[in-house]
C-alpha cells in the first residue's frame, strides 16, 4: 500500500485539552500537508510543510516534521467541540501524487 | 463558484448499472485528481490528470472505472457494471500544480458523491 499510517486511529478527549496526532510517511518527500475531514465528506487543507522546515504553526495548529524518520505530527491546542473530524496528513515528492494516510478521528467532548 | 463542485451529491445505484459522476474543478487549476474513500477508511488514490491528459491511471480499480476531463475544465469519472464493492465516497480535487517546480501546492476538495450500489 502506498498510504501513510497515522496513530492514534481515534482520540478522544476533553474541551480545552491539547491533541496531538502523529503521521508516518513511505518516501522522500516535496512537503507534507494536514488536512481535516468533517462528516466523512470534502478535505480542507490545514497547513503545509516543506521538506527543509522542521516546525510550523497557523493559529492554534503546531506541525513538526522530521524527514529522518519520515514522520509528521500535528498538535492543536486549547481544543474546542467543534474541532471533532478526521485529520489526514498528505505526503507529496517528485510526483504529482497526493499520499494519504489512514487517518487520525478526534473527538474532542464538550 | 468558488469551490471544487462535485454531483451528484448522493448517487443510489442498482448493481450492474453504470453510474456517472462529475467534477468542475477551480477555474484555472490544471490539476485535477479523483479519490475513492470506504467508510472509515483512508483516501485511495485513482487516477490524476493534467489539463486534458491522464498521466497516471494507475489507482483505477478495474476496467469497469474511466474517466475524461475537457480541457483544465470539467471531469467525469465512469463506474460501469457497478458492483456492490464500489460503493464508496468519490472526491475530486484540484490544485494549482506549478508545472516548473512540479511542487504540489494545496489541494481543494470538493464534497464528494456519496454512491450506494444495492
Known amino acids: 500500500s502506498q498510504q501513510g499510517e497515522e496513530d492514534p486511529q481515534a482520540l478522544s478527549i476533553q474541551e480545552g485539552e491539547n491533541a496531538t496526532m502523529n503521521c508516518s510517511y513511505k518516501t522522500s518527500i516535496n512537503n507534507l500537508q494536514w488536512y481535516r475531514q468533517n462528516s466523512g465528506r470534502g478535505l480542507v487543507h490545514l497547513i503545509l510543510?516543506?521538506?527543509?522546515?522542521r516546525e510550523k504553526h497557523s493559529g492554534r495548529l503546531r506541525v513538526t516534521l522530521d524527514t529522518s524518520k519520515k514522520s509528521s505530527s500535528l498538535l492543536i491546542t486549547a481544543s474546542r467541540a467543534a474541532d471533532t473530524a478526521s485529520y489526514f496528513c498528505a505526503s507529496t515528492s517528485g510526483t504529482y501524487k497526493y499520499i494519504f494516510g489512514t487517518g487520525t478521528r478526534l473527538k474532542v467532548l464538550a | 463558484g468558488a469551490g471544487v463542485s462535485q454531483s451528484p451529491s448522493n448517487k443510489v445505484t442498482e448493481k450492474g448499472k453504470d453510474v456517472e459522476l462529475r467534477c468542475d474543478p477551480i477555474s484555472g487549476h490544471t490539476a485535477l485528481y479523483w479519490y475513492r474513500q470506504r467508510l472509515g477508511q483512508g483516501l485511495e488514490f485513482l487516477i490524476y490528470f493534467q489539463g486534458n491528459s491522464a498521466p497516471d491511471k494507475s489507482g483505477l480499480p478495474s476496467d469497469r472505472f474511466s474517466a475524461e476531463r475537457t480541457g483544465e475544465s470539467v471531469s467525469t469519472l465512469t463506474i460501469q457494471r457497478t458492483q456492490q464493492e464500489d460503493s464508496a465516497v468519490y472526491l475530486c480535487?484540484?490544485?494549482?500544480?506549478?508545472?516548473?517546480?512540479?511542487?504540489?501546492?494545496?489541494?481543494?476538495f470538493g464534497q464528494g458523491t456519496r454512491l450506494t450500489v444495492v
Open positions: 480535487a484540484s490544485s494549482a500544480r506549478r508545472a516548473v517546480t512540479r511542487l504540489n501546492t494545496e489541494a481543494f
Open positions: 510543510i516543506r521538506s527543509n522546515e
